[in-house]
């Protein structure tokens, strides 16, 4: 985790939000197949509604229609928000800073996640895959971030938990 210290290089922040603010048990086999797939990616880009992305996964996994729907059920709703984290990033806007917050998540489970958490209010900006057609895995992600919330690269800390993500950003990063 980064600390906080009363000076910082860094004029803005990249944000992660999938299990570095809201924090989700991926144990589970079968969810981790889903998240995995073509299928997902897809449906995290807004290219694929839920319906026909859960059909498509029992299919592809030959699982049950309801394993698919129970086990992602059962994500959504015991997904928990990190307290300390969202403290630290409204220190961070309190202390003057941008702060943008960047996940690869479906539209269903981003419209979700904002009507239910309010720690949406302390980002500047926000940008969700499936609005942007865009994953972060993507090098022109970071572009279309930085451009759209006229960020300065060298200015700009990377805050995500997969290595591989904060390696693509050509940025000053940190995996958590």
Same mark, same amino acid.
């Given at each position: 985790m980064i600390?906080? /210290?009363? !000076? /910082?290089?860094?004029d803005s922040f990249i944000f992660d939000i999938g299990n570095v603010v809201l924090k989700f048990d991926d144990?589970? $086999?079968?969810?981790?197949? +889903?998240?995995?797939?073509?299928?997902?990616?897809? !449906?995290? $880009? #807004? #290219? @694929?509604d839920t319906r026909s992305t859960y059909a498509q996964l029992s299919s592809v996994l030959e699982v049950e229609l309801q394993q698919i729907a129970d086990? +992602? =059920? &059962?994500?959504? =709703?015991t997904i928990r928000v990190d307290t300390?984290?969202? =403290?630290? *990033?409204?220190?961070?806007?309190? @202390? #003057? %800073?941008? $702060?943008?917050s960047l996940m690869n998540m479906p539209w269903p489970f981003?419209?979700? !996640?904002?009507? %239910? &958490?309010t720690f949406w209010a302390c980002f /500047?900006?926000?940008?969700?895959?499936?609005? +942007?057609?865009?994953?972060? &895995?993507?090098p022109a992600t970071f572009q &279309?971030? *930085?451009?759209?919330?006229q960020l300065l690269p060298s200015r700009t800390l990377v805050v995500d938990e997969?290595? =591989?993500?904060?390696? %693509? !950003?050509?940025?000053?990063?940190?995996? $958590?």
């Open positions: 600390r906080q /210290t009363s !000076f /910082t290089p860094y144990s589970n $086999l079968l969810l981790r197949c +889903i998240l995995a797939s073509d299928l997902w990616r897809d !449906f995290e $880009l #807004g #290219g @694929a086990v +992602i =059920e &059962h994500t959504k =709703e300390s984290m969202v =403290e630290f *990033i409204c220190s961070l806007r309190d @202390a #003057g %800073k941008t $702060l943008v981003y419209s979700y !996640f904002q009507e %239910k &958490h /500047t900006d926000t940008y969700a895959s499936s609005e +942007i057609g865009l994953r972060k &895995h993507d &279309h971030v *930085i451009l759209s919330s997969s290595a =591989e993500n904060v390696a %693509k !950003f050509g940025t000053r990063s940190c995996p $958590l």
